[in-house]
Each structure stands twice: as structure tokens, then as C-alpha cells.
């Protein structure tokens, strides 16, 4: 019962962080998109071309390189049962992310059954606990990047892994458990994330230098299995949905970002980054980092099975170091990873806590750091979700007017941070994204629409009052004004707990800290506008466009 209601943290926590933050960001786009217009508009099997161009998000906004329907074709599968019980589209969205969520938190529990097995039921709590309380896995595990599809298949493989290693590696079973880890990596990369092809490289060379399975009877068989797999799918799947043949977007990506090094025009970073800044923050607790880590890979019971486990990993990271663009999102692959060989070190603490002063205080510093990680955590998650001005103001704009027949503009960072068609509930409603810098500069444009959501109004011609102002996180304060001490109604906190906060707040700072007291900042960073009644005027148009569009 103990260990039911520990291994529930971890989908709990999941879908806590979904439902506090359910609104997607760019990144996320294309495959949101893709499961709605899946589920929505159906598939095809006549007139392709021209039912994508006219339903599909993806051939109006392509992108720099095509991605797979892999992964959205398979959520629009298993979400489509859901659409008979819920009328909403927006709580459509919920589904959708829950089954990927709780997708990769059957994938870490199932890693935890593994941990058990190699480290002691006592290293598997700790491994719940730990990975729990870690913000960034908890809170991209519901979120459609490609990343996270591909997360599922690494822990699994991970799983099969530390069981070959952890139990005896000549039986038969253990190389059936190699197979599956080095097929499920390969398909993984194959469709999903090109890089996951270093991890499988890594894996593979520990294997042979440790466990000398066979390459005839083993490894080639996976490796051919899971590449043949991958790409008769992802090749099928994609060249239909793209109406290109044949496509494999993998590797269109691959060539794209990291051959033509198009990467770079996104940011690089040093060549220690992952190492120095990305993986203590995806671990969050520093007694992970700077205790049970190094003493579950040091200590000799443990010293085989975590190196086994880790040093495929630890040459990933630095193999893709490498590269000058990094994302922590690249490794997150390995954080189960890390985080099982830190839940020995806690393990090894945990049942020695009674025998020595030592041990006593180390397992002391565990609780404290872990409960302080849950705390950092939940701070982050309420930091994250006011980052989604566009989600919040298009839903605020339905509360507003439930008038049908209504056009409504959305400018580019609206559609970037929270509006998915998801979003777009109102069936007589036309939502325009328009982005030609031509048609924006067209007074009779924007006669077209009764409402506009933008980050700017003085970019929008003609008479706009702002109806609304729509804030997101813009930092932090320690001595905040006091009309930054008020309740947030965009927030997705009840409004009645804010007010009991912030009347704390006030009688704290009042009485005992002398004005102090940390709060978030907002500011508004897009505006609900409805149309005035005065006409455009000439003067309205930017210098530099000075000719009506008629």
C-alpha cells in the first residue's frame, strides 16, 4: 500500500502541473495542432491535397523544417474515445496532454520497478521522491514536444537496460531485454529525436564492453528491427501528411539544424553548459548533485550497476556538447537516469540514519532538501503559468462576448504563447492570424474585425479602445508597490486563497519586515482591443506605408 501511494506521486504530480498551466507555447504548436486537426477534421482519403490545405494548421504554418505526425497521430487515437463525453474543445486539450503525461509517468514508475530490483525498494521510494520534486520533468512530461514522445521509449529502454544489468546478463531473458531497449532507441530516433542516435551509440558500446552480447543474435537484429520500423512509419505516416514522397522529417531536421548548423540562429552556448548550468537545474535538489549522486557511483556494492547505468549518459552529454546551440531539453533522456543513481546514494543514507551522527544529519538534509525541491517547484510551476498571455486572453475574450458571428485578430505572440485551435471554441467565430505585412498595413483590414488581441496598439490602425490588459510574468520584487499586492483574476488560483495571501502579506510587511516580501511580477503584455466608432484616418498609417489598399 506503502509503495502504491508513493509510486502515485509521480502521475499526480503530472497532471497537477498540467491542469495549473494547461496552455501550450510555441514549441509545443505543431504537435497540438496536428492531434486537434486530427481529431477534428478527420483523415483523408480523397482529394488529399486540397482537404490539408483547407483544414490542416500545418500547410498554412509549415515551420523551417517538417516534423512528424507520428507522435499527433497517435494521441488523436487514443483521445478520440474521450470526444463523446466532453463538448469542450479546450478541456479536449486536457485529454490530450494527460494521455502523453501519464504516458511518461507509467514510463518512470515502470523505471522505479527496475530500481527496485537493482538497488533495494528503499532507492526506489527515494527515486519517486526525487524525480517528483524535479520542476522540469514533472512539468514538459503532458507537453506535446517531440522530446517527450521520444522520453516514454528512453525510460522504457532504460528500464530493460538496468534489468539486463542489474540481473544475469548471460540469460536469455536479459538478451531479450537488450533487444527491446536498443530497438526502442533506435525507433526513438529514428522518428522522434535525432539525437537520441548518440545515446543509442553509448549504450551500445557499454554493452558490448561490459556484457559482450551478440552482435548477430543481438545488437544487429535490434538496430535493423527498429530502423526498418522507424522509417516504414515515420516515411508512410509523413509523406501522406505532407503530400511529399518520400519524406522522412528526422532527418530533413538533422540535416537542417546540425549539418547546415542552422541551430545557431537560435543561440549558442559553451561547451560546459549542459553539464554546469542545465543539469543542476533539471535536478534541482543540491544534496542530488553534490552528495547521494557522487556516493551512488562511488560506493562499491553500487559501484558496477551505476556506472553501467551512467556513463553511457555522461558521454551523451558531452558528445552533444559538441554542438554550439544546447537545450535542456536535448538531455532530459537523462535525468531518469541520474536521478536513479542519486535515489542509491539517498537509499544507502536513508538506512543508515541510526547508526551514525554522520548519516544522521545527511538524512536529515535529504528531507529538508527534498521538501524545499517540492516547494522550488511548485513556485516555478505558478512562475510558468503566467507565462501564456495569449491562452489566458482568448479565453477571457469568450467571457467577454458570447455574441456569435464575431472576427477576431490574433497577432504573433498571442498564437505563440497558449492559443492552439484547441482554444478556438466558438464555431461562428472566424479567428484571423493573418502575418503579410501588407494586409497589416491595410486600413480596410482591420475594418474587418470586432476584436483584436495584440502586444501592441499602436500597430493597429484605426480606433481601438483597449477593453482589457492581459499581464504575464516579468520578474521578481522583494519591496513591491502595494497595488502589486492584489489578487491576480487571470489566475488559475482561486481568487478567495490570493486575497487571504495577500492579506498576510500586507499585515507581515507592515509589522515585522519592514515593507519586505518577495512577489512575482507582472506586467501586461498583451491588450484585448474592440472596435471604436471613429473611421481610420490617413495619419493612423505608419510613415512608411502612406497608400491605401483598396
Given at each position: 500500500m506503502l509503495d502504491f501511494a508513493i509510486n502515485a506521486i509521480i502521475p499526480l504530480a503530472v497532471i497537477a502541473h498540467l491542469v495549473a498551466s494547461p496552455y501550450t507555447k510555441v514549441e509545443e504548436s505543431f504537435n497540438i495542432q496536428a492531434t486537434h486537426d486530427i481529431l477534428t477534421h478527420g483523415i483523408p482519403w480523397s482529394n488529399t491535397t486540397a482537404f490539408f490545405a483547407d483544414r490542416y494548421d500545418h500547410v498554412s504554418f509549415?515551420?523551417?523544417?517538417?516534423?512528424?505526425?507520428?507522435?499527433?497521430l497517435i494521441l488523436a487515437g487514443l483521445s478520440r474515445p474521450f470526444e463523446y463525453f466532453l463538448s469542450s474543445p479546450e478541456k479536449m486539450q486536457i485529454v490530450v496532454r494527460a494521455i502523453l503525461g501519464l504516458a511518461n509517468a507509467a514510463a518512470l514508475v515502470s523505471f522505479r520497478h527496475a530500481i527496485d530490483i537493482a538497488y533495494g525498494k528503499t532507492a526506489g521510494r527515494w527515486f519517486i521522491l526525487l524525480q517528483a520534486s524535479q520542476f522540469h520533468v514533472m512539468y514538459y512530461a503532458s507537453r506535446t514536444l517531440p522530446n517527450m514522445f521520444a522520453f516514454t521509449m528512453t525510460t522504457i529502454a532504460m528500464r530493460q537496460l538496468l534489468l539486463a544489468k542489474a540481473v544475469g546478463a548471460k540469460s536469455a531473458k536479459s538478451a531479450k531485454r537488450r533487444r527491446l531497449a536498443l530497438y526502442l532507441l533506435t525507433i526513438a530516433g529514428v522518428v522522434f529525436r535525432s539525437e537520441i542516435a548518440i545515446l543509442l551509440v553509448m549504450e551500445t558500446a557499454m554493452l558490448v564492453h561490459r556484457q559482450r552480447p551478440s552482435l548477430a543474435k543481438e545488437i544487429i537484429p535490434a538496430g535493423l528491427a527498429g530502423a526498418a520500423v522507424g522509417l516504414l512509419t515515420t516515411v508512410s505516416v509523413d509523406s501522406f501528411f505532407w503530400q511529399q514522397f518520400p519524406l522522412w522529417p528526422e532527418w530533413i531536421g538533422f540535416y537542417y539544424n546540425t549539418i547546415l548548423g542552422k541551430s545557431t540562429d537560435w543561440g549558442t552556448s559553451p561547451a560546459n553548459w549542459y553539464f554546469l548550468v542545465a543539469l543542476p537545474r533539471l535536478l534541482l535538489n543540491p544534496m542530488t548533485i553534490m552528495v547521494t549522486l557522487p556516493m551512488g557511483i562511488s560506493l562499491k556494492p553500487l559501484?558496477?550497476?551505476?556506472?553501467?547505468?551512467?556513463?553511457?549518459?555522461?558521454?551523451?552529454?558531452?558528445?552533444?556538447?559538441?554542438?554550439?546551440?544546447?537545450?535542456?531539453?536535448?538531455?532530459?533522456?537523462?535525468?531518469?537516469?541520474?536521478?536513479?543513481?542519486?535515489?542509491?546514494?539517498?537509499?544507502?543514507?536513508?538506512?543508515?540514519?541510526?547508526?551514525t551522527l554522520f548519516y544522521y544529519v545527511l538524512s536529515n538534509l535529504l528531507i529538508i532538501t527534498t521538501m524545499a525541491s517540492f516547494m522550488a517547484s511548485a513556485g516555478l510551476l505558478y512562475v510558468s503559468s503566467s507565462n501564456y498571455p495569449g491562452g489566458q486572453a482568448l479565453h477571457r475574450l469568450h467571457q467577454l462576448d458570447a455574441t456569435p458571428g464575431k472576427r477576431i485578430f490574433l497577432d504573433n505572440l498571442a498564437c505563440q504563447t497558449g492559443i492552439t485551435k484547441f482554444q478556438q471554441t466558438r464555431d461562428t467565430w472566424v479567428y484571423d492570424k493573418t502575418e503579410d505585412p501588407d494586409q497589416l498595413l491595410t486600413p480596410l483590414f482591420w475594418q474587418s474585425f470586432e476584436y483584436v488581441v495584440a502586444e501592441d496598439p499602436k500597430r493597429i490602425i484605426g480606433d481601438w479602445p483597449i477593453k482589457e490588459k492581459i499581464t504575464a510574468f516579468s520578474g521578481f520584487s522583494l519591496r513591491p508597490q502595494d497595488d502589486e499586492l492584489v489578487a491576480n483574476r487571470m489566475s488559475r488560483v482561486p481568487l478567495g486563497w490570493q486575497e487571504q495571501y495577500y492579506d498576510l502579506a500586507r499585515v507581515v510587511r507592515r509589522d515585522f519586515t519592514n515593507g519586505y516580501w518577495p512577489v512575482i511580477r507582472m506586467q501586461p503584455k498583451l491588450y484585448i482591443l474592440e472596435r471604436g466608432q471613429a473611421k481610420p484616418k490617413l495619419a493612423d498609417l505608419p510613415d512608411a506605408k502612406l497608400t491605401l489598399h483598396m
Open positions: 509549415p515551420g523551417s523544417v517538417p516534423r512528424t505526425f507520428t507522435g499527433a559501484t558496477r550497476t551505476s556506472q553501467d547505468l551512467l556513463l553511457p549518459h555522461l558521454g551523451f552529454i558531452a558528445a552533444y556538447s559538441l554542438l554550439p546551440h544546447k537545450e535542456w531539453r536535448f538531455i532530459i533522456y537523462s535525468i531518469p537516469a541520474f536521478t536513479a543513481v542519486a535515489s542509491t546514494g539517498a537509499s544507502w543514507i536513508w538506512t543508515r540514519r541510526s547508526k
